[in-house]
């Protein structure tokens, strides 16, 4: 299994809701992470390696947002999941339906698929991951000033 990319979920030291994405893995210097309006893609420099890639997992939706409710994750698993929580499911329901439907990364590294969600509304925060070995989706408690990845 590999982990080149870290989601988080917390407070600020003022108690507001925070989601965060790292990538740390060795192809990101051929990737840069864009706003979109209420979105941010991770999408690939024109002239590296990973854009003439045909690879799925190369360009994504890491972070999107609307009033109620903020997704972030490392994949294309974010949208789906943003959908699913616009279209009334609950949060646990809308992680744990796309998670066990798209499965991790079918990648050479099997690449769990991570995500967390921020429920602004509810002031819920959720972390969630599927590997070859395991799904988990969880609510998460922090204090303000920390984080849960």
């Known amino acids: 299994m590999y982990v080149g990319r870290i989601v ?28 979109c309006g209420r979105s941010v893609q991770i999408v690939p420099y024109a002239g590296s390696p990973d854009a003439a890639s045909e690879s799925p ?8 947002w609307n009033e109620r409710f903020a997704v972030v ?16 499911n609950a949060p646990r329901d809308a992680i744990l339906t796309v998670l066990a439907g798209l499965d ?5 590294y ?26 988990c989706v969880t609510p ?3 204090e303000p000033g920390q984080m849960a990845y």
């Open 8 to 35: 988080g979920v917390g407070r600020t030291p003022e108690g507001r809701q925070v989601a965060a994405y790292r990538v740390s893995s060795r192809s990101f210097p051929n990737r840069a992470a864009r706003q």
């Open 57 to 64: 997992y190369i360009a994504y939706e890491c972070i999107v």
């Open 73 to 88: 994750s490392n994949g294309t698993h974010t949208r789906p999941i943003f959908e699913r929580l616009k279209a009334g």
């Open 104 to 108: 991790r990364e079918f990648d050479e």
């Open 110 to 135: 099997d690449t769990p698929r991570i995500c967390g969600l921020l429920d602004i509304a509810e002031e819920r925060l959720w972390l969630g991951s599927v590997t070859a070995n395991s799904l």
């Open 140 to 142: 998460i408690a922090v």
